[in-house]
């Protein structure tokens, strides 16, 4: 279980295919026991699930529920940041990050006349990360 400020992330792992439901569910009562014991409720409007697939995946139709609530299964979930999908590719983190960028370039591309390039790679290493500094002026020494 990682807890970080009111977000929970739970990794469950388990090798039998044919128990999978009743363990998961199982788990997800203990979880939601120790919430309540600890003063918390789970918000289950929020709360989505996410099964890692593998090349040679065998569906396993999950359904986890506590009482007439149902957790819903999510493609991809957003973790402190990171966007994680059921395959483990980077492509939909890389994707937002990405769109992120090029938001901040556009005005650092407009004012790169304007102010002289020491202001600018100050301003480029305050925006973006170091790595990519270095995808606007490649010809430049740091």
Known sequence: ?????????IVITVSNKLDFNININQMFQAINTWFNVSL???????????????????????EINYGQKFITNATEIKFL?????????WKQHIERVASKMC??????????????????RIICCIVMPARTVLLFYPNHSY
């Open 1 to 9: 279980m990682v807890l970080y400020a009111d977000d929970t992330g």
């Open 40 to 62: 918390l409720t789970v918000n289950f409007s929020k709360t989505q699930y996410l099964e890692l697939r593998t090349t040679n995946y065998c569906n396993v139709d999950t």
């Open 81 to 89: 940041g990171l966007i994680i999908d059921d395959s483990l590719s």
């Open 103 to 120: 938001t901040a370039r556009y005005p650092l591309r407009n004012i790169k006349y304007i102010v002289p390039l020491d202001t600018l």
